[in-house]
Structures are given as structure tokens and as C-alpha cells.
């Protein structure tokens, strides 16, 4: 796990579109990258939809959100639509970035 002050752990990942994104498309640019274990349930979708509410805000501000879960891309196109988020939902199918940033645990 990395501590404040280290730099973040790179990836790659397959987002909600079937496009590859890396962290380092948005070098220079402050992230928010949130994590959540299933699209589509009660919590993630309570979650997901406090960060589209402030989204306009953050993306003043220049901030890029992004949201990472082990879902396979097609479902987190129907997850992205449904409540009509406005940011790309990436797939960690074997959760090792979640692991990676000490996000994968109970």
C-alpha cells in the first residue's frame, strides 16, 4: 500500500466504453478515483450518484473522477446510464488495482 506522498500506482484498465485508460492520460490533472464492489446495488448506486450531484463542481475545478470495480465493462455501461453518470466507470476484473491502493479489503 502507498502512503501520502508516494506516487500513485499506474494502470490501465478497460472503462465502461471498451476503451483502454491509464492513469498517465491524465498526468497533471488532480484525480478523484473512487472504488466500489458491485455496480448497480443500493450503496454503489447512493455512492456513484453523490459524486454525479457534485460533478459539475469537481470538473470547474478540474478534477477527472473516475470510478473502478471489478464489473465487466458491459454492465458498467448499463450502470453508467442508468442514473446518467457523467464519468468514465473502468473494469478491475481481478480487483489488483483496487489491491493496489489498499481498496480491495472487507
Not at 32 to 48: I, N, R
Request: aromatic share 10%.
Amino acid at each position: 500500500m502507498f502512503k501520502e506522498g508516494d506516487s500513485a500506482p499506474a494502470f490501465t484498465l478497460v472503462d465502461d466504453r471498451g476503451a483502454s485508460v491509464s492513469l498517465s492520460d491524465f498526468a497533471g490533472k488532480k484525480v478523484v478515483l473512487y472504488f466500489y464492489p458491485k455496480a448497480d446495488t443500493p450503496g454503489c448506486t447512493k455512492q456513484a450518484c453523490a459524486l454525479r450531484d457534485i460533478h459539475p463542481d469537481v470538473r470547474e475545478k478540474g478534477v477527472v473522477v473516475l470510478g473502478v470495480s471489478p464489473d465487466p465493462p458491459e454492465k458498467l455501461a448499463k450502470f453508467r446510464a442508468k442514473p446518467d453518470l457523467p464519468f468514465a466507470l473502468l473494469s478491475d476484473p481481478d480487483h489488483a488495482v483496487a489491491e493496489a491502493y489498499g481498496a480491495w479489503v472487507e
